[in-house]
């Protein structure tokens, strides 16, 4: 069936895209194209006329390159995935607007093969810039998602489509890549049913799965310039009440990490090293503490509370769900300080400030 393949690539790309913890939104955009793409597949497989739909990858598409206009630009930005974009955008044009035109010479279904190449190569490409800034690798985890996608899908598919109709192949394919795609989180609500959602085996099962999740994208610690060190510092003081999510920093690989853990006879595990780095990251942290006071607001502890109190102390000044109930009485009065005289832009901007610093202070420990 020649529109199974375009239909299983795209709709596994796109959830794989929209599952992937990540501060960049892009990825959504490109994410919700594939889907409605696979979506148009199959319309086209049941006879059903939804090529206007067509045009919502294509305002995906161009809400996504507005927001990457600057990483297009950048030096820092991986230049093959950049070209992979600006192909594909030109690309997609083109067979986009052949597709409309009312051209009986050139087969549709070419036409939608060819704009699903292109919205494939796009988000790939997307997922490289998202991996780079994320300080990760993408292909390992690329590649084993796609190999389990393919292996249960074509259980699946293979008997529906001898026993039934392409429809219904269509189907069970797009169901058999769900459950491989989220075959995690299921895990953990069916543990939350049957272990309590709040047990300690249930969060140590949870804490577990996640980081062996994110091994596969786990960097090497290479040669990096000050300006990349800062940004992986900045976004490991953002992940210190996540540990899965800080075991895939490319920080937990610096060998001071692994002089500590020698240091306290720990075995150098990939959890080991993310708690160590929490703690170092947290030693630094309480450097910037101007004084011995409990708790102040003036100008020279503006890193130390902007760092300290979201991070260390796990407040969320800004969140609709945080709440002061049960918080000690430093920590209500710096909650309640947040919330009245600082501005969410100005903690973020005291943050990347205070991470600077941080990140100096590590790189001075590593001389």
Not at 113 to 123: E, N, S
Not at 282 to 311: G, M, Q, V
């Amino acid at each position: 069936m020649f529109e199974l393949l375009p239909f299983a690539l795209a709709w596994w790309l796109g959830f794989y895209l929209l599952r992937r913890e990540t501060e960049l939104p892009t990825l959504r955009w490109i994410g919700v194209g594939l889907l409605v793409y696979a979506l148009v597949i199959a319309s086209h497989a049941a006879g059903i006329a939804a090529l206007p739909l067509l045009l919502i990858p294509l305002f995906c598409w161009v809400i996504a390159l507005w927001q990457l206009r600057d990483r297009l630009r950048a030096q820092a930005s991986p230049r093959p995935a950049v070209g992979l974009i600006l192909f594909a955008t030109v690309a997609f044009t083109l067979g986009l607007g052949l597709l409309l035109l009312p051209l009986a010479w050139l087969p549709r279904s070419w036409l939608l093969a060819a704009i699903g190449v292109d919205l494939l190569v796009m988000g790939y490409a997307v997922g490289v810039l998202d991996a780079f800034e994320q300080g990760e690798r993408l292909l390992p985890d690329f590649i084993r998602s796609f190999v389990e996608a393919v292996a249960i899908s074509t259980l699946f598919a293979l008997p529906t489509r001898l026993l039934g109709t392409p429809m219904l192949t269509l189907i069970v394919t797009g169901l058999a890549i769900c459950v491989t795609l989220f075959w995690e989180q299921g895990q953990q609500v069916l543990d939350g049913v049957i272990f309590g959602r709040f047990s300690p085996l249930q969060q140590q099962r949870s804490e577990l799965r996640n980081t062996a999740a994110v091994l596969p994208r786990t960097q090497p610690l290479p040669t990096w310039t000050d300006d990349q060190f800062d940004k992986l510092t900045r976004r490991a003081l953002s992940q210190m009440g996540n540990l899965p999510k800080l075991a895939a920093n490319p920080l937990t690989q610096l060998p001071l990490i692994e002089e500590r853990l020698l240091q306290k006879g720990i075995d150098g595990n990939t959890l080991a090293k993310s708690a160590e780095l929490r703690t170092l990251l947290t030693e630094c942290i309480c450097k910037l503490k101007p004084s011995d006071a409990a708790f102040n607001t003036t100008d020279a502890w503006r890193h130390f509370n902007a760092l300290y109190f979201p991070y260390v102390r796990g407040l969320r000044p800004f969140s609709r769900r945080g709440s002061d109930e049960k918080l000690d009485p430093i920590d209500a009065q710096a909650l309640t300080w947040f919330q009245a005289e600082v501005a969410p832009r100005t903690l973020y901007n005291w943050q990347t400030a205070a991470a600077r610093v941080i990140s100096a202070d590590l790189r001075d420990q590593l001389t």
